[in-house]
């Protein structure tokens, strides 16, 4: 239930599936605690990209699935094409995120580690940067990057210092509900040790979990905070 105390909380996922590796359990946390989660999807497919129909069904109804799933206040489709966000205007990316940054009043954005390997993700993380200047943007008083499995940790630029975790979220209470969202999207699921599978997601959160004294964490990388 939505109360005075509660915050307006936006996660923004290059695809779907970004938000559930990323923060998953954070978001179910923020929703019972009452706040209002809204998830901005950058891109989506089509039958123009070269996806069967089926698979763009198959699509939606996950989308569908796992937005009933969170409970989220909102779900917002930009519907750029995926990977290929590197040659789409970046003006048309800020001015996407921005229109619906101020409509929605986020005071708490979660946004994709930039130097992930896949390019949509640092695509994705400017557009962010660009909405979250306080004289135009006022509401926006948290800024956290999150960790994405499957891309973080493959990120291979030299001066990258690599994902380094500031924050960090008790999640115990929401571990298992995050595994069974993440199994909707079973096309992109595949047995340990392959990234995406239930063991290594919960070894990621029990990893984080050690360095903040809980059984289960999700770790960010706070970029603004305003108190």
Not at 41 to 59: A, H, K, N, Y
Not at 198 to 206: K, P
Not at 211 to 225: H, I, N, P, R, V
Request: charge should be negative; aromatic fraction near 10%; charged fraction near 25%.
């Amino acid at each position: 239930m939505f109360t005075p105390d509660s915050k307006v909380v936006a996660v923004v996922a290059p695809h779907p599936d970004d938000e559930t590796l990323g923060c998953g359990a954070t978001l179910l946390k923020h929703v019972a605690h009452g706040d209002s989660v809204h998830w901005i999807l950058f891109t989506g497919i089509s039958t123009e990209q070269g996806f069967t129909e089926d698979r763009v069904r198959s699509r939606d109804d996950e989308i569908h699935r796992v937005a009933k799933s969170y409970g989220f206040a909102g779900t917002h489709r930009l519907n750029f094409p995926t990977m290929q966000l590197d040659l789409v205007p970046k003006a048309d990316l800020v001015d996407a995120l921005g229109t619906l940054v101020k409509q929605l009043g986020v005071h708490t954005l979660y946004v994709p580690y930039r130097n992930d390997a896949h390019s949509d993700h640092a695509a994705v993380f400017d557009a962010c940067a660009a909405c979250i200047k306080t004289f135009r943007y006022p509401s926006v008083r948290s800024v956290r990057a999150y960790e994405t499995l499957s891309e973080t940790e493959y990120g291979v630029k030299p001066e990258d210092p690599g994902f380094r975790p500031n924050l960090f979220v008790d999640v115990k209470g929401f571990l298992d509900r995050k595994l069974e969202i993440m199994s909707i999207y079973a096309s992109e699921m595949a047995p340990f040790p392959f990234p995406r599978s239930d063991v290594a997601l919960r070894a990621q959160a029990q990893l984080r979990g050690t360095q903040c004294g809980t059984t289960a964490a999700e770790s960010f990388m706070l970029l603004k905070e305003i108190e």
